[in-house]
C-alpha cells in the first residue's frame, strides 16, 4: 500500500465545511470501511468531472481497465481485486477473474465490456471465449488476484 504522505504521486488538499457535515462525512466513511482520503479523492474526482463535463458535449467513456478503475477506485476496494493502483496507472493488465469481478461491480454492459478488453489488450480476445495474456505495453500480466472472500464485492 501507498504511504499518501511520502508519495511525490499524492498532494494534501484542505478546507472548511461545517461541522455537521464533516462529522455525518467521518461517520459514513467508518460506516463504510472507506478511508477518508478515498473518499475525498472520488468527490473531487466527479466533482471535476462534472465542471468539465458541463463545457464539453460528450462525456468521455472508460476506453480502457485502466481509465474504469481510476474512475472507481473506492466503489472497488471492497470487491478484493489487488494491485487495483498499479491497474489504474496502467502498470499491470487485469487477469480475466479481476476483468470481470470488476465490470460486473460496476455493471458494465457485455457490449462495453468487449470494447474495454479488447482497448486494454490491443487484441480480439472474445472470441470462442479464450483468454489471451499478451504484454503488449511492457506491463506486467497477473494470472491470479488471489481471488475474493466472500461477501467482499457483489456481483453478477
Known amino acids: 500500500m501507498t504511504d499518501r504522505r511520502r508519495s511525490d504521486d499524492y498532494k494534501q488538499i484542505s478546507g472548511y465545511i461545517p ?4 462529522l455525518e462525512f467521518k461517520s459514513i466513511c467508518a460506516r463504510l470501511g472507506i478511508s477518508q482520503s478515498d473518499a475525498i479523492e472520488e468527490m473531487t474526482q ?7 463535463g458541463s ?8 476506453e480502457t481497465i485502466a481509465d474504469v478503475v481510476q474512475a472507481n477506485m473506492t466503489k472497488l476496494k471492497p470487491c478484493g481485486v ?3 493502483q498499479a491497474l489504474a496507472k496502467g502498470e499491470v ?3 480475466p477473474g479481476d476483468f470481470a ?5 460496476l455493471g458494465i454492459p457485455e457490449e462495453e465490456r468487449k ?10 480476445v472474445y472470441q470462442d471465449k479464450v483468454s489471451v495474456y499478451r504484454d503488449i505495453k511492457g506491463v506486467k500480466v ?4 488471489g481471488g475474493v472472500e466472500k461477501d467482499e464485492c457483489e456481483y453478477s
Open 19 to 22: 461541522r455537521d457535515l464533516a
Open 46 to 52: 466527479e466533482w471535476i468531472a462534472k465542471k468539465i
Open 55 to 62: 463545457r464539453s458535449e460528450k462525456p468521455q467513456k472508460p
Open 82 to 84: 489487488k494491485n487495483l
Open 93 to 95: 493488465l487485469p487477469t
Open 101 to 105: 469481478i470488476i465490470t460486473s461491480a
Open 115 to 124: 470494447k474495454i478488453w479488447q482497448e486494454t489488450f490491443k487484441v480480439s
Open 142 to 145: 497477473y494470472r491470479d488476484s
